[in-house]
């Protein structure tokens, strides 16, 4: 017997969901996003620095752990569209929102503990190695959920637009801390300061994704049966579908190149910008940018479609890192910095919105429930995310030992302004040969 989700008739529209509801939901987020943008743009920097790991060794054990959390992301998303049970999601971030929480703080007040060298480093990577299962579990449950609350595209774009603007909370917060602890030249005060940065960072995700999980523990499920195929063919019927495909492929380069920039700011403070707190203002001002332009996105998608967001958004990104890279060290690479967030904002909520809109549909044929083609996206962001953490970290290695003079010949800051700038103009082809998600094949 056919399961309802793969009928072709698509679920029943359901009403937006209510405000407080929105703002609860959406406020997880922000604890979401100050932890994934400290594995970012700090974790790097913390494990070479104070938790005595080698630059590349420390850049492989991030990139399996986001290898391993992407595949982790399958095979919870499959379990739990197997099983069908209502309370699915909400278990799921029970379990990992006090992991993820309690582990983060561990990472960063290791290395002020008492025992050898070995012993801390070892608490370091494990507390690491926590805090990412602890991240996943929580990552498909409160991802899942906006699949429910969306009923339409411009519902799909409104939720997508406030889970952002509290994601540039979490981020902001970051910039912000950052600023504040490179400012510390002394290592064992940075390192004190570390401490607390860690601890408050694991209560406001711990806080934060509870408070997410208690408001929508009514909300009720897509009335999709639960699924029995196999693993295999379930993924392979997703893939089947050349939307759905073009997501992933957005999703990877935006993963992968496209914050390559804000991923190498701590690298950047000291002799290439010659101000060591500057990389938490630049990712600030980034965030600011970010924050402030998610209402106007949100007024556009009210008469653009997502595809068309996503195309103007990588449009100022890549005019955002041209400016940046003439305007280097002048009054002005602040605004392109601010124009860099604002983009991503863009490019964020666009493929968000294409993503629950499209799961939304119902349009895939026996591959499943809710969970797995969230699942299958997140685990290519994640991939893609520890690839462009390694490239990264390649680099740093091979400029190691080089002179790190300022300006645009930093072979660093090279990178970190080329390869995003490529990724976006390739996806910006993409877009202008006309291969846009949701375009019918």
């Known amino acids: 017997m056919a399961t309802a989700f793969e009928s072709s008739i698509p679920p029943p529209a359901r009403p937006g969901a209510a405000t407080a509801m929105r703002l609860g939901y959406s406020s997880g987020n922000m604890g979401k996003s100050l932890v994934w943008s400290s594995f970012e743009s700090v974790l790097l920097y913390f494990l070479v620095l104070h938790g005595g790991v080698p630059v590349t060794h420390a850049g492989v054990l991030l990139t399996l752990l986001m290898v391993w959390d992407g595949l982790a992301d399958l095979a919870i998303a499959y379990r739990t569209d197997r099983t069908g049970r209502q309370d699915g999601l909400a278990r799921l971030i ?4 006090p992991l993820c929480g309690a582990c983060f703080a561990l990472i960063f007040a290791a290395p002020v503990l008492g025992g050898t060298a070995f012993s801390r480093t070892a608490i ?70 570390f401490v607390a940065f860690g601890v408050a960072g694991g209560t406001i995700y ?121 305007a280097f060290r002048q009054p002005a690479a602040t605004a392109c910095l601010f124009l860099l967030g604002a983009s991503l904002a863009g490019m964020s909520m666009a493929v968000w919105a294409l993503l629950a809109s499209h799961v939304q549909s119902g349009r895939f044929s026996g591959a499943g429930g809710e969970a797995l083609p969230m699942g299958l ?28 003079g300022g300006g645009v010949g930093n072979p660093v800051l090279a990178a970190s302004i080329g390869l995003p700038a490529i990724g976006s103009a390739g996806l910006l082809l993409v877009h202008c040969l006309g291969r846009s998600p949701g375009r019918p094949a």
């Open 94 to 97: 029970g379990i990992g929102a």
């Open 124 to 193: 370091v990577v494990a507390a690491v190695i926590g805090s990412r299962i602890g991240y996943t579990l929580c990552d498909v449950g409160h991802n899942t959920l906006m699949v429910r609350m969306a009923a339409s595209e411009r519902d799909s774009s409104g939720i997508s637009a406030l889970r952002l603007i509290f994601s540039a909370l979490g981020a902001g917060c970051t910039g912000l801390a950052l600023a504040q602890v490179l400012a510390i030249h002394d290592p064992s005060d940075q390192r004190r300061a």
């Open 206 to 326: 711990l806080s934060t994704l509870l408070i997410a999980r208690g408001v929508t523990r009514h909300l009720p499920a897509t009335g999709r049966e639960p699924s029995r195929g196999g693993a295999v063919r379930m993924v392979r019927s997703l893939l089947a579908d050349s939307g759905y495909r073009q997501i992933l492929g957005i999703v990877a380069v935006q993963g992968a190149l496209v914050p390559f920039f804000m991923r190498a700011l701590p690298f950047l403070g000291g002799a290439t910008m010659s101000e060591p707190a500057w990389p938490g203002w630049a990712l600030f001002a980034i965030t600011l940018g970010h924050g402030v332009s998610l209402p106007l996105w949100m007024s556009a998608a009210r008469w653009r479609s997502s595809r068309d967001i996503l195309a103007l958004a990588h449009l100022g990104f890549i005019a955002a890192m041209a400016g940046f890279a003439l």
């Open 377 to 404: 996206f997140l685990a290519t962001l994640k991939v893609a995310s520890g690839i462009g953490t390694m490239l990264l970290a390649a680099v740093l290695s091979a400029c190691e030992g080089a002179a790190a």
